[in-house]
């Protein structure tokens, strides 16, 4: 998947019109172990940038899910809660965690603008 973002160094971002699918990337696979739980944040849930809005709980201890930008939880993926090994799986696909719906347009054209890898 070419149009993905790295944020917080082990999430991906991916943005379509004005939502953001969120899940977690290779690097944040190499901290999960076989046995973890998910705890996403709810449907209808206002987020905001920097401040936890889920977890995954490993024995080792947790990972922090983010927002990187002000908005709403439109969709979580259920699936990866009743299975967390679907992340494991199918990380980039399947295993996506939740989509946040973007308050300020604006606010996310400065978020691209922030992580555009594109040559000059």
């Given at each position: 998947?070419?149009?993905?973002?790295?944020?917080m160094d082990?999430?991906?971002?991916?943005?379509?019109?004005?939502?953001?699918?969120?899940?977690?990337?290779?690097?944040?696979?190499?901290?999960?172990?076989?046995?973890?739980?998910?705890?996403?944040?709810?449907?209808?849930?206002?987020?905001?940038?920097?401040?936890?809005?889920?977890?995954?709980?490993?024995?080792?201890?947790s990972i922090?899910?983010?927002?990187?930008?002000?908005?709403?939880?439109?969709?979580?993926?259920?699936?990866?809660?009743?299975?967390?090994?679907?992340?494991?799986?199918?990380?980039?696909?399947?295993?996506?965690?939740?989509?946040?719906?973007?308050?300020n347009v604006?606010?996310?054209?400065?978020?691209?603008?922030?992580?555009?890898?594109?040559?000059?």
């Amino acid at each position: 998947m070419d149009d993905l973002i790295t944020y917080m160094d082990y999430l991906w971002l991916q943005i379509n019109d004005d939502v953001i699918t969120i899940g977690i990337n290779e690097t944040g696979l190499d901290e999960l172990d076989d046995a973890f739980t998910i705890e996403l944040p709810e449907e209808g849930s206002i987020v905001v940038p920097n401040e936890v809005c889920g977890e995954i709980v490993t024995d080792q201890g947790s990972i922090n899910l983010y927002s990187p930008i002000d908005g709403n939880i439109i969709e979580i993926n259920t699936a990866t809660t009743d299975n967390p090994s679907l992340i494991k799986d199918d990380n980039y696909h399947d295993g996506w965690l939740y989509k946040i719906e973007v308050d300020n347009v604006e606010d996310l054209r400065q978020l691209e603008e922030e992580f555009d890898t594109d040559e000059d």
